[in-house]
């Protein structure tokens, strides 16, 4: 399986809320294929379905959050076949940033390309420290960035870095990626999941039906707007 789910306890009530912790292992460098994205749209799907999950944790094996999208896919030529594959990805990201409950991001190590544009689609964003490489590299390895992703991007990336991050492709350390956008925190290793744990336990002193009202408010212009560009990006591959 490319994600598995399970749920934990936020308070000593064993009726009490839960947090569902979503871990992404495809045993490589978790590339958001097809069957990743709909493996990860299931846990958002069971997240969303269940009134006593309180939030979500998105997170990865070790070493590796996403390294973006499946490099087999991509390289292979077929130009409808990856309008798909970033379309999909896309309107993930997008879900991801539109989520009827919070998303943790636990991110176990790179975050490159679309690995980091997930990162930009969840509520709160914890890393682990070390030497590895969060950002997006598109332009560095021949790509461009689509409009979707532009879009997001101006909404979670600080002014100061947010060209040479995307135009640039300047990829950093995580603790640099903090100050970047990308990011919110970094740990050590041993603390990952508790931290965010403890962001989702945080969770709980807000409002849900509040919380997802002010959400839908504020993001609203930036979902409509990246909705719009992903079925943009679709039409134009169809016509």
């Not at 896919?73 to 379309?87: H, K, P, Q």
């Not at 420290?129 to 390895?141: D, H, M, Q, R, S």
């Not at 870095?161 to 990829?171: D, E, T």
Request: aromatic share 4%; charged share 20%.
């Amino acid at each position: 399986m490319t994600v598995t789910t399970e749920t934990r306890p936020l308070s000593d009530d064993e009726n009490g809320p839960l947090v569902l912790i979503a871990t992404m292992d495809d045993g490589k460098v978790n590339a958001l294929s097809s069957s990743m994205i709909v493996a990860i749209n299931g846990a958002i799907d069971e997240a969303e379905s269940n009134e006593a999950i309180r939030a979500m944790i998105l997170t990865g094996r070790d070493g590796k959050f996403s390294a973006g999208f499946d490099l087999n896919v991509m390289n292979a030529g077929d130009v409808s076949a990856i309008v798909t594959l970033v379309a999909d990805g896309g309107d993930l990201v997008r879900r991801l940033y539109g989520c009827a409950v919070p998303v943790i991001a636990a991110s176990t190590g790179h975050a490159l390309a679309a690995g980091a544009l997930m990162l930009m689609g969840c509520d709160v964003r914890v890393s682990v420290a070390g030497p590895f490489k969060v950002g997006l590299n598109e332009v560095a390895i021949g790509m461009t960035l689509p409009d979707w992703a532009l879009t997001i991007a101006e909404q979670r990336l600080s002014k100061r870095h947010i060209q040479r991050a995307i135009a640039n492709a300047r990829l950093t350390d995580p603790a640099a990626a903090v100050d970047v956008g990308f990011l919110d925190a970094v740990v050590s290793a041993d603390a990952l999941l508790d931290t965010a744990m403890d962001e989702a336990v945080a969770m709980l002193s807000l409002d849900p039906g509040a919380y997802g009202r002010t959400m839908s408010g504020f993001r609203k212009p930036t979902l409509d707007q990246m909705a719009a560009d992903i079925a943009a990006d679709r039409a134009g591959v169809s016509s």
